[in-house]
């Protein structure tokens, strides 16, 4: 209830009676529950000193129960004194005990905490284990306390690795569970945690809501550590809002209170949230005294994120006073501690989202460099800002391509595999029974919300076993983490002499452009971010938009301000060399072969880059060295072409020879549109795609032997068939279909495949980016003749998250992707071409896919880039 003194009253009087009877189990409880009372009042050290006078007396009496509470007791102290190591001591020590007693309250409760003790230490995905151990064991006794509790420290992990939505839906479950049990401790940690996430979010008023409603819940129950914790974020909150005074009275309100208890992580946090304010103010030395007294309090109870958080601090606040050594000291420790975090989270989803709240880091370091740079020409550091750009960029794919060679499922327990196998048949099943509700006249709202919320559930549950799969592998743990390439590296293994690397940076004060060669290096500024966007967007707004796309004026007029940033700096040197784009944020959606150099004051502007550049885009140069390394010793294919094409969409298809109901007819049609918000946003309908079939039909009549193709029309376009492992002896693999991006979840992106089979029943179509990942493939060349297939969720520092890396994983070389919605008939024509060039001509694709895009800008119907610049070549050029 909150009162800690009268509880200590009571407590007091029972000790000595239970002396007086020798009852030493007693006398053990008695002292355990006065040590808790003391370490919730902050004492630490008293607590100790009871805890370690009730563990001799248990294990005396052979209380194995009593024994496993205290130890857990002891460790909850060293955890909370930054002892982490000391508390998984004591931890480990309970965990048998609770077992061999059966007590699975208490088990889960010590597994919870462990995975506290990890979280802190910055390794989530441990952290995660322990939790996903702890919640069943609460759920099977019932403990739903402890289910509060463990459900609101997965939403705090998922917090801190960047995934908001998902934190909010476990606190969202913790809440009514601690209400229901009258735990208003948990209630107001999870009150405040839910204001945490609503900051983030940037809606301050909402934060502040549920900041509000925890604040008397923690003074009511007497918990000076959560009071600290929500006095400070409520101080966070308010310097946001740029009310800095008001900020600085709620931290003064937190430091003592968090320094009353010994929470340091928490005196930590404020500190340095003192030493922003003051930074903000422009009072840069008393900053970082306040950052300064906040490092070692981190670092001593092994709070690494909040270390990291204060060295870059420190490092803004010395590189505005003009010491820039000293920052660059700062920001490499930070970046060099959120490597190693990185580095401890298994799951590639979790890694990215956790590598794309750190990205700041990157930004101010390479910006950093960069004006050392300028004061310093010679010392390399434009090289340093390259290769910092490098690592901040693509990492989990570089992974990802690097664990695609190793088959870490050699050497999985028999178990794990058979729970991804049924994992897999269980989405195939709630897809089928998705169409099969959808097929009835009397489903209902809920029945459809209900399958949803099972298929999250589900593809959760698979990137779980992935991860699980990861951690237990041997051939994975064996793997070395892939560098990123160094300058030198790039020159050497990447570039040839008729290619220029243009990578791009952008950032929120200034952006950076470096144009690499096989042996030289050119570092341009750019403006920052916000023009940068504004110009691309009006660009692509240009040639996309059917009001402007066909007046050339409109496409020339957007041009040239977008230009002028991006290319105008580096045009001397382009030559007519290959251009290799790694772009950054809104350039991963531009069209850089519809762009011309600025300048030219004819009548008609200069050409577009296709016509002096062939152009591939890259995630990241180092991308293609992993890609190369994982393709030199494999088996080549012995086909040519494997071709899906013109597949059945729609129950009136004249290609059905069963007439189909109404409702089976809404069930085909409606299948996939329900996936995502954005499939309607860009009014996606599934209508054949007729040109598709005369596209197949043109490509297939220019191999020279008819045996080395297998063209999949009509039905045969199926999901049956792209998932087949024949799939793995063709050289090229193309799907010309319907594609859909889904930029919010980006796992549900896919191709669409036939949606019914001879007989007019709905099939499971959809080709997801987590089947895709599952394919086995040797392709040289995998061809997306779909809609936005480029297209996917752009996750700072790593950029599209969509099919291409799918396709990657499988095992192709390059993928052609496009851009936006295409033109059906456009396209056709295109990829004719794009085909003639390397089947014909013996072009590699990515000189067929420029010589198609040539052929295109010479004819009149075509002649916008709307037509052919969608399509764009990522991977090997070679």
């Not at 048998?96 to 905490?113: C, F, I, M, Q």
């Not at 890396?805 to 851009?819: D, E, I, N, Q, T």
């Not at 990829?831 to 895009?853: D, I, N, V």
Request: proline content about 4%; overall charge neutral; some cysteine.
């Amino acid at each position: 209830l909150g009162e800690k003194q009268k509880a200590l009253e009571y407590y007091n009087q029972s000790l000595p009676l239970t002396r007086a009877v020798g009852d030493r189990d007693g006398e053990a409880t008695t002292l355990n529950n006065i040590g808790i009372i003391y370490s919730d009042l902050g004492e630490k050290q008293k607590a100790l000193e009871y805890y370690n006078q009730s563990l001799p007396l248990s294990r005396a009496v052979g209380s194995r129960d009593g024994e496993a509470t205290t130890l857990n007791n002891i460790g909850i102290v060293y955890s909370e004194l930054g002892e982490k190591q000391k508390a998984l001591e004591y931890f480990s020590q309970s965990l048998p005990l609770s077992r061999a007693v059966g007590d699975r309250a208490k088990e889960a409760l010590t597994l919870n905490n462990i995975g506290t003790v990890y979280s802190a230490l910055g390794e989530k995905q441990k952290a995660l284990e322990y939790y996903s151990q702890s919640l069943p064991l609460f759920r099977a006794v019932g403990d739903r306390r402890g289910e509060a509790l463990t459900l609101n420290n997965i939403g705090g992990l998922y917090d801190n690795l960047g995934e908001k939505q998902k934190a909010l839906e476990y606190y969202s479950q913790s809440l009514p569970l601690s209400r229901a049990v009258g735990d208003r401790s948990i209630e107001a940690t999870t009150l405040n945690n839910i204001g945490n996430v609503y900051s983030v979010l940037g809606e301050k008023q909402k934060a502040l809501e549920y900041y509000s409603q925890s604040l008397p819940l923690t003074r009511a129950v007497g918990d000076r550590t959560i009071e600290a914790t929500t006095l400070n974020n409520i101080g966070l909150v308010y310097d946001n809002l740029g009310e800095k005074q008001k900020a600085l009275e709620y931290y003064s309100q937190s430091l003592p209170l968090s320094r009353a208890v010994g929470a340091r992580s928490i005196e930590a946090a404020t500190l340095n949230n003192i030493g922003l304010v003051y930074d903000n103010l422009g009072e840069k030395q008393k900053a970082l005294e306040y950052f300064s007294q906040s490092l070692p309090l981190s670092r001593a109870v092994g709070d690494r994120s909040q270390e990291a958080v204060t060295l870059y601090n420190m490092a803004f606040a010395k590189r505005d006073r003009g010491n820039l050594t000293e920052a660059l000291t700062d920001i490499e420790a930070s970046i060099k501690i959120i490597e190693n975090l990185r580095t401890k989270v298994a799951s590639p989803e979790l890694r990215t989202s956790y590598f794309a709240t750190v990205q700041n880091y990157y930004q101010f370091y390479i910006d950093l460099l960069m004006q050392l740079h300028k004061t310093q020409p010679k010392s390399g550091y434009d090289t340093k800002a390259f290769e910092a750009s490098e690592r901040s960029r693509a990492r989990s794919l570089l992974e990802l391509l690097l664990e695609s060679n190793a088959d870490i499922r050699q050497g999985i327990a028999p178990e794990l595999l058979e729970r991804e196998r049924n994992l897999q048949q269980q989405l195939d099943a709630i897809e089928k029974r998705r169409i099969e509700v959808l097929s009835r006249p009397d489903r209902t709202p809920a029945q459809k919300t209900e399958l949803e919320q099972q298929r999250q559930t589900l593809i959760a549950q698979y990137q779980d076993i992935q991860t699980q799969i990861r951690t237990t592998s041997p051939r994975y743990a064996a793997i070395t983490q892939p560098q990123p390439l160094t300058l030198a590296q790039i020159q050497q293994q990447i570039l040839d002499e008729n290619t220029i690397l243009l990578q791009y940076s952008l950032g929120q004060d200034r952006s950076y452009l470096w144009a690499v060669t096989k042996t030289s290096i050119s570092t341009y500024e750019l403006p920052k971010t916000a023009d940068i966007e504004k110009a691309a967007r009006n660009f692509r707004d240009a040639v996309t938009n059917p009001l402007h796309r066909n007046i050339p004026n409109k496409v020339a007029e957007s041009n040239n301000p977008l230009s002028q940033i991006i290319l105008q700096p580096v045009a001397a040197q382009l030559a007519h060399k290959r251009l290799v784009i790694v772009g950054d944020g809104i350039l991963n959606y531009l069209p850089f072969a519809a762009l011309s150099l600025p300048g030219n004051s004819g009548k008609n502007g200069n050409p577009p880059l296709i016509v002096d550049h062939e152009i591939v885009q890259l995630p990241s140069a180092s991308t293609l060295g992993i890609l190369r390394q994982n393709y030199n010793d494999r088996q080549p294919p012995n086909r040519t072409l494997a071709i899906l094409a013109d597949p059945v969409f729609s129950a009136d298809d004249e290609r059905l020879k069963t007439p189909t109901t109404t409702t089976n007819r809404e069930a085909i049609e409606s299948v996939n549109l329900g996936l995502s918000r954005s499939s309607r946003d860009n009014d996606i309908q599934w209508s054949r795609l007729k040109f598709t079939r005369q596209e197949a039909d043109r490509i297939i009549k220019m191999l020279v032997t008819a045996n080395s193709s297998t063209p999949s029309f009509d039905f045969e376009a199926s999901r049956a068939t792209a998932t087949n492992p024949n799939l793995s002896q063709y050289k090229i693999v193309h799907f010309a279909t319907h594609g859909l991006a889904n930029s919010v979840h980006p796992e549900l992106s896919g191709i669409i495949l036939s949606l019914v089979d001879k007989n007019g029943k709905p099939l499971n179509g959809f080709l997801r980016l987590t089947d895709i990942f599952n394919l086995k493939l040797a392709a040289d060349l995998v061809v997306l003749s779909a809609c936005q297939t480029g297209l996917g969720q752009n996750v700072q520092g790593e950029g599209i998250v969509g099919l291409t890396r799918g396709f990657m994983y499988a095992g192709a070389k390059r993928v052609v992707v496009s851009l936006w919605s295409v033109d059906d008939e456009g396209t056709a024509t295109f990829m004719e071409s794009f085909y003639q060039g390397m089947l014909q001509k013996g072009l590699t694709p990515a000189a067929a896919l420029r010589a198609a895009q040539l052929e295109m800008l010479q004819q009149e119907q075509w002649h916008s880039p709307y037509y052919w610049a969608a399509f764009t070549l990522q991977g090997e050029w070679r």
